[in-house]
């Protein structure tokens, strides 16, 4: 059974981030900008992209360094490590923000094949090991409803990922102990949104619904930190 969705977290003053494919740290610098004059201690993990363990290692080393109740997020493939990372003892609750929210020993990529297939998929290229989106999937596909200058400027920082980190499966599922909280990318062309919304409904999370492409945590930074703010206790 999943965390109820009732469940009212303690009060945390730490948080971490954690992205996902195509970005970097920096793409959650909007956020940070609403948590940080609240009095949280923020800190974006630099996901390696390698492979998922190396991942989930990079968030742990994070959490062993906050000292009290921290809220988890990941927004994209980087819900794969919140799901994972979610059991440190540290973590309080999970945010999941248009995210990949998968159960133990489950294989995501196969359930995502029952929706149908987002355009992002067709625009990722691939140089060896190394995987990224096209210029035209990222600003069309990725970035959609984000400022072309700013779109462009993410486009240029673009952080490649390896193909081994696709093919990582996790062994616990976090969300099924602690509470979670979900926002919905309704215009994502990335992540399908039925698939976003049906990992909501199956954590039963607290979730939220934005007009938003893939990249809502910079087209709607102040919903995205209200929500994590509502599971930080702050809400």
């Given at each position: 059974?999943?965390?109820?969705?009732?469940?009212?977290?303690?009060?945390?003053?730490?948080i971490?981030?954690?992205?996902?494919?195509?970005?970097?740290?920096?793409?959650?610098?909007?956020?940070?900008?609403?948590?940080?004059?609240?009095?949280l201690?923020?800190?974006?993990?630099?996901?390696?992209?390698?492979?998922?363990?190396?991942?989930?290692?990079?968030?742990?080393?994070v959490?062993?360094?906050?000292?009290?109740?921290?809220?988890?997020?990941?927004?994209?493939?980087?819900?794969?490590?919140?799901?994972?990372?979610?059991?440190?003892?540290?973590?309080?609750?999970?945010?999941?923000?248009?995210?990949?929210?998968?159960?133990?020993?489950?294989?995501?990529?196969?359930?995502?094949?029952?929706?149908?297939?987002?355009?992002?998929?067709?625009?990722?290229?691939?140089?060896?090991?190394?995987g990224?989106?096209?210029?035209?999937?990222?600003?069309?596909?990725?970035?959609?409803?984000?400022?072309?200058?700013?779109?462009?400027?993410?486009?240029?920082?673009?952080?490649?990922?390896?193909?081994?980190?696709?093919?990582?499966?996790?062994?616990?599922?976090?969300?099924?102990?602690?509470?979670?909280?979900y926002?919905?990318?309704?215009?994502?062309?990335?992540?399908?949104?039925?698939?976003?919304?049906?990992?909501a409904?199956?954590?039963?999370?607290?979730?939220?619904?934005?007009?938003?492409?893939?990249?809502?945590i910079?087209?709607?930074?102040?919903?995205?930190?209200?929500?994590?703010?509502?599971?930080?206790?702050?809400?």
């Open positions: 059974m999943a965390a109820p969705a009732s469940s009212r977290p303690p009060k945390a003053r730490d971490v981030l954690m992205h996902g494919l195509f970005a970097d740290g920096s793409c959650w610098n909007d956020v940070i900008s609403f948590l940080q004059p609240k009095g201690n923020v800190t974006s993990v630099q996901n390696p992209l390698s492979t998922l363990p190396q991942s989930v290692a990079a968030a742990v080393r959490l062993d360094r906050q000292d009290g109740p921290t809220v988890l997020v990941g927004h994209s493939f980087g819900g794969m490590i919140v799901t994972q990372a979610g059991m440190h003892r540290s973590v309080s609750a999970l945010v999941y923000i248009a995210a990949r929210a998968p159960d133990a020993n489950e294989d995501f990529a196969a359930l995502a094949k029952t929706y149908p297939t987002p355009p992002a998929s067709a625009g990722i290229v691939y140089d060896g090991e190394e990224r989106l096209t210029e035209e999937a990222f600003l069309r596909d990725f970035a959609g409803d984000v400022p072309e200058a700013r779109a462009q400027l993410l486009y240029a920082t673009q952080y490649p990922f390896q193909k081994a980190l696709l093919a990582g499966t996790v062994t616990d599922a976090a969300w099924r102990s602690k509470p979670a909280y926002a919905v990318s309704a215009e994502d062309r990335t992540i399908n949104p039925e698939l976003q919304r049906y990992l409904r199956r954590m039963e999370a607290k979730t939220i619904e934005l007009p938003a492409s893939h990249l809502s910079i087209s709607h930074p102040r919903e995205v930190s209200e929500l994590i703010l509502e599971a930080a206790g702050h809400g």
